[in-house]
Nanobody
Framework: QVQLVESGGGLVQAGGSLRLACAASGRTFSYYAMGWFRQAPGKEREFVARISNSGGTTNYTDSVKGRFTISRDNAKNTVYLQMNSLKPEDTAVYYC?????????????WGQGTQVTVSS
C-alpha cells in the first residue's frame, strides 16, 4: 500500500512558476514509476508527465514539453513537477500516481490532488 500526498499548488500569474511535490509513504518507493496527471473543470483527467522508478526515463505530454520537468528523490520518497512558463490552460487539479515498476502504465495509487490556478 502506498499513500501519496501532493503539495505546492496555488495561484500564479501567467509566465510564473510552481513546483509540485508528491510525498509517498512506505519503503518501496524506488520500485514505483510515478506520474503526474491533471484535470481541468469540465474535462477528463489527462496525463502530464511520468518518470521511471530509477529516474532514468521521463516522458511528457506535448503541451508541457520544454516547460515542465519531472524528477524524483528516492531517498526522500518524493517526486516533483517543476512547472515554468505557466499558462492559463495549465489550470487544473494536479494528481500524482504510482505504478509498480513492472507495469509502469498501470497506476494503482493516487493522491488527492493539489489545485493549480494560472491567472492571465
Amino acid at each position: 500500500q502506498v499513500q501519496l500526498v501532493e503539495s505546492g499548488g496555488g495561484l500564479v500569474q501567467a509566465g510564473g512558476s510552481l513546483r509540485l511535490a508528491c510525498a509517498a509513504s512506505g519503503r518501496t518507493f524506488s520500485y514505483y514509476a510515478m506520474g503526474w496527471f491533471r484535470q481541468a473543470p469540465g474535462k477528463e483527467r489527462e496525463f502530464v508527465a511520468r518518470i521511471s522508478n530509477s529516474g532514468g526515463t521521463t516522458n511528457y505530454t506535448d503541451s508541457v514539453k520544454g516547460r515542465f520537468t519531472i524528477s524524483r528523490d528516492n531517498a526522500k520518497n518524493t517526486v516533483y513537477l517543476q512547472m515554468n512558463s505557466l499558462k492559463p490552460e495549465d489550470t487544473a487539479v494536479y494528481y500524482c500516481a504510482a505504478a509498480w515498476w513492472s507495469t509502469p502504465f498501470n497506476y494503482r495509487y493516487w493522491g488527492q490532488g493539489t489545485q493549480v490556478t494560472v491567472s492571465s
